[in-house]
C-alpha cells in the first residue's frame, strides 16, 4: 500500500519557467512532510519540509504548499534552471515516539530544458 | 556540514556471499537509517536505529540484518546475498527532528 504517491514519473519544463512536483498521501497521521532532490549515482539531498500546522513554506526559488483537507503537497521552483534536473522525492513522517521514519513517493524525473 | 559516509560506492558480490555495508556519520546523531532505492519503487526503509544497540526494522527487513555497536557507526549485513538485493543502499541519520541527512549510496551488483 503505497501512502505517499507521486503520480507523475516525470516531468519536463523550459528554463526559466515554474516546475510544480506533486505528491499525494493517504495517512491522516502524517505531520511532517520533506523534498528531496538526487541526482544519478548520489544520496538525496534534503530540499525543503514543512509542518501540517502551517500551509505554505518558502525557500528561495523553492516553496512547498500543503492542503491538509485534500492531502496533497506541491513543490513550485520557480524560475527553473538546468542544475535543478534532478529526481525529486516527496517524503512525510508521522511522530511515532522513537525514530522518526520516513515514507518516500516513488519521484518525479525533472528535466529542465534550454 | 553533516557528513554521512559509506564504505564503498560500488560493489560487485557473488549469490551466497556474506555482505557488509558500513555507514559512518559524524554530526552525533542519534538515528541512522537503511534504505534501498530501486526504480519505479522509491526509498524502501529496511532497518532503523534510535540509539546504540537499538535497532527497529523497516518495511524490508527480510534478509538483512544490522549492528550498531558505536553511535557515529550503522552496518548493514546481507546474511547471504541473492540475486534480488543488487540495489542501491542508502544510509542516512539525524537528530532528534525529522530531516534526514543521506550519505553517497553503495550500488551493490549480486551475480
Known amino acids: 500500500d503505497q501512502q505517499v504517491k507521486q503520480n507523475s514519473p516525470s516531468l519536463s519544463v523550459q528554463e526559466g519557467r515554474i516546475s510544480i512536483l506533486n505528491c499525494d498521501y493517504t495517512?491522516?497521521?502524517?505531520?511532517?512532510f520533506l523534498w528531496y532532490k538526487k541526482y544519478p549515482a548520489e544520496g538525496p539531498t534534503f530540499l525543503i519540509s514543512?509542518?501540517?500546522?502551517?500551509d505554505k513554506n518558502e525557500d528561495g526559488r523553492f516553496t512547498v504548499f500543503l492542503n491538509k483537507s485534500a492531502k496533497h503537497l506541491s513543490l513550485h521552483i520557480v524560475p527553473s534552471q538546468p542544475g535543478d534536473s534532478a529526481v525529486y522525492f516527496c517524503?512525510?513522517?508521522?511522530?511515532?515516539?522513537?525514530?522518526?521514519?520516513?515514507?518516500f513517493g516513488t519521484g518525479t524525473r525533472l528535466q529542465v530544458t534550454l | 556540514d553533516v557528513k554521512v559516509t559509506q564504505s564503498s560506492r560500488y560493489l560487485v558480490k557473488r549469490t551466497g556471499e556474506k555482505v557488509f555495508l558500513e555507514c559512518v556519520q559524524d554530526m552525533d546523531h542519534e538515528n541512522m537509517f537503511w534504505y534501498r532505492q530501486d526504480p519505479g519503487l522509491g526509498l524502501r526503509l529496511i532497518y532503523f536505529s534510535y540509539d546504540v544497540k537499538m535497532k527497529e526494522k523497516g518495511d524490508i527487513p527480510e534478509g538483512y540484518s544490522v549492528s550498531r555497536e558505536k553511535k557515529e557507526r550503522f552496518s548493514l549485513i546481507l546474511e547471504s546475498a541473492s540475486t534480488n538485493q543488487t540495489s542501491m543502499y542508502l544510509c542516512?541519520?539525524?537528530?532528534?527532528?525529522?530531516?534526514?541527512?543521506f550519505g553517497p549510496g553503495t550500488r551493490l551488483l549480486v551475480l
Open positions: 517524503a512525510a513522517s508521522a511522530h511515532t515516539g522513537t525514530a522518526s521514519k520516513l515514507t
Open positions: 514543512i509542518s501540517s500546522i502551517k
Open positions: 495517512n491522516s497521521m502524517f505531520d511532517y
Open positions: 542516512a541519520s539525524s537528530p532528534p527532528s525529522k530531516t534526514q541527512y
